[in-house]
């Protein structure tokens, strides 16, 4: 699922990676100071090296999903690497105190042959995006900004990376995100709620 269709002007904020602490609490800062809710894809072995931030992510209210637990691309990989992978992730997710359902998403949006099928069996969502302003390279904020301004749509996801110090950028960019895409009408959902926004639902 890159994006849902809907006329609302709904979009969700999904964070990629961590959690790490050059950037977390900078980025649950600018979330509460906000009051947006947003969507965070954790990788495991990060988690278990920083559990006191995936509970900070989880006790904030923010819905948290699983991005693997070593954030390898999974290409060419056995059923039991990707058994392993999600399942050690999805253990360190609940142990944050999160409760809701876990959405999944790859590593660089690379999935063939036995985690489709791993992810069909469990009937895993897996979240895709359809803007992705900081994907290639470290870009300025200004440019984060523009870019995800340009391109979100009614039923957008948003895909940004700011955990890592070398991303301050695009936390610089992520409060004037939100105030544009506020000024544009549009309101702030997680993944979760995005798909409840279906038609049809």
Do not use: C
């Not at 495991?44 to 699983?66: F, K, S, T």
């Not at 469990?122 to 895709?128: A, L, Q």
């Amino acid at each position: 699922m890159h994006r849902v269709e809907t006329g609302e002007k709904v979009v969700a904020l999904t964070f990629d990676d961590g959690p790490d602490p050059a950037g977390a609490q900078q980025v649950l800062d600018t979330l509460a100071a906000r009051d947006v809710k947003a969507t965070f894809f954790l990788v495991g072995r990060e988690l278990r090296e920083h559990p006191e931030l995936g509970r900070r992510i989880a006790q904030a209210g923010h819905e948290v999903g699983n991005h693997t637990y070593s954030h390898e691309r999974m290409v060419g990989v056995t059923p039991g690497f990707v058994a392993q992978e999600v399942e050690d992730t999805d253990a360190l997710i609940r142990a944050t105190g999160y409760g809701g359902e876990i959405r999944f998403r790859p590593p660089n949006g690379k999935k063939l042959f036995a985690l489709p099928h791993y992810l069909s069996q469990h009937d895993r969502t897996t979240v895709m995006w359809d803007v992705e302003p900081d994907s290639a390279g470290t870009p300025a904020a200004a440019r984060v900004v523009e870019e995800t301004l340009a391109k979100t749509r009614p039923g957008s996801i948003v895909l940004l990376h700011p955990m890592y110090a070398a991303r301050d950028q695009t936390r610089q960019a992520l409060g004037p995100v939100i105030d544009g895409l506020r000024e544009r009408g549009f309101r702030f959902v997680t993944v979760s709620e995005l798909l409840q926004a279906r038609p049809g639902r």
